[in-house]
T-cell receptor, first 114, second 115 residues
Framework: DQQVKQNSPSLSVQEGRISILNCDYT??????FLWYKKYPAEGPTFLIS?????DKNEDGRFTVFLNKSAKHLSLHIVPSQPGDSAVYFC?????????????FGQGTTLQVKP | DAEITQSPRHKITETGRQVTLACHQT?????MFWYRQDLGHGLRLIHY???????NKGEVSDGYSVSRSNTEDLPLTLESAASSQTSVYFC??????????????FGPGTRLLVL
């Protein structure tokens, strides 16, 4: 039972364009969502997060949108740069038994072409 | 600077051997976690700890154990390594806020191959 799903294993975009990575979840008790970025042979690094009381959070080129009614969040990267090429994981936490724990999606590999 | 380290970074072992992966953090975080990353599965939680002497099973805990004797360390032991445990293992830590809304910080990973 996959509570957090990233249905697109990969995404390819041109440098300078927008990258949109999507994530769906099933547990309505999740109240905190995060995006992590992972380069090969390195650990995941935190990128941006959003609380369920908000529907948007922005940090530089990165914006996360949360649609609670659809149980969907997305990460927008504008403009995309070749250095953004990495695997992106969305994660969620909250609800009974999940305090402090993160449930991860399968990841989406983003390739930004020069 | 505070950090989280894992050792070894690479390990090759044989089926049936006991293996211990080390995780050490200098943030004085209460919470520590072990994950494994496999293609198509993302990061799956193995075990976690909310503090000294506290350990809990995660989603994929069979064949693994942890112990937390101090704040800084959470070693992961594979009791009898199996080929299905070939994976990349990540340790993470977080402050341990009562809200639970917090970031986990990850180590660089240990790549384990069980032959």
């Amino acid at each position: 039972d996959q509570q957090v799903k990233q249905n697109s294993p990969s995404l390819s975009v041109q440098e300078g364009r927008i990258s949109i990575l999507n994530c769906d979840y099933t547990n309505s008790m999740f109240d905190y969502f995060l995006w992590y970025k992972k380069y090969p042979a390195e650990g995941p690094t935190f990128l941006i997060s959003i609380s369920s009381i908000k529907d948007k959070n922005e940090d530089g080129r990165f914006t996360v949108f949360l649609n609670k009614s659809a149980k969907h969040l997305s990460l927008h990267i504008v403009p995309s740069q070749p250095g953004d090429s990495a695997v992106y994981f969305c994660a969620a936490s909250g609800g009974s038994g999940n305090t402090g724990k993160l449930i991860f999606g399968q990841g989406t590999t983003l390739q930004v072409k020069p | 600077d505070a950090e989280i380290t894992q050792s070894p970074r690479h390990k090759i072992t044989e089926t049936g051997r006991q293996v211990t992966l080390a995780c050490h953090q200098t943030w004085n975080h209460n919470n520590m976690f072990w994950y494994r990353q496999d293609l198509g599965h993302g990061l799956r939680l193995i075990h976690y700890s909310y503090g000294v002497q506290d350990t809990n099973k995660g989603e994929v805990s069979d064949g693994y154990s942890v112990s937390r004797s101090n704040t800084e360390d959470l070693p992961l032991t594979l009791e009898s390594a199996a080929s299905s445990q070939t994976s990349v293992y990540f340790c993470a830590s977080s402050e341990g806020l009562s809200s639970g809304q917090e970031t986990q910080y990850f180590g660089p990973g240990t790549r384990l191959l069980v032959l």
